[in-house]
């Protein structure tokens, strides 16, 4: 079986005040989509910052999710969500509240994605580090999930929960066609 991964897109913030990174029209050519990319926020929000996910404009409660995050000084804890929220939300998002002075790596793939018989499941990675405060950085962050919503996706928002994506924050979508 031969695969092609084609690049389909980018989302990068380009000004002060972006906090939604959106890809539209994702064509139901490929078999699987990847993100790939790194962001940092400018928030000095007191607390972690999130990097959340939505499909389609959708902000129902149709998603569920399971995580796995470390920090410098060791596991920090594990999120496994038994019930439904209203987007998935990814800890490990750079920023200026913890000094977190580097972007946050992030990856994503989502198989089956035009596949609206099934609910869409996708796992990501995501991780960051912080030369200043080494202990208060999420450093890892990993975990799966799935959408319920039973549609093909044709559009993926990446959106800050606190602040606003820093200029030059950047995201690419590929597609991969598995034969």
Known sequence: MAEATTYIGNATASGATTQTLTF??????????????????????????????????????????????????????????????????????????????????????IPRYKQAMYNTMWFWNAGMTNATNWSQAVTSNVGSAFWGNGAAISEIDLKTLFGYFTVGSSYDLYGISNS
């Open 24 to 109: 539209t029209g994702i064509p139901s050519t490929y078999d699987d989509l990847v993100i790939i990319g790194q962001g940092h926020n400018n928030s000095s929000a007191g607390s972690m910052l999130y990097l959340d996910v939505n499909f389609n404009n959708d902000t129902g409660n149709n998603y569920w999710l399971s995580q796995i995050k470390t920090t410098g000084g060791g596991l920090w804890g594990t999120l496994i969500d038994s019930g439904l929220s209203a987007q998935l939300r990814i800890i490990g998002i750079g920023g200026t509240q913890n000094s977190d002075d580097t972007p946050a790596g992030f990856y994503m793939y």
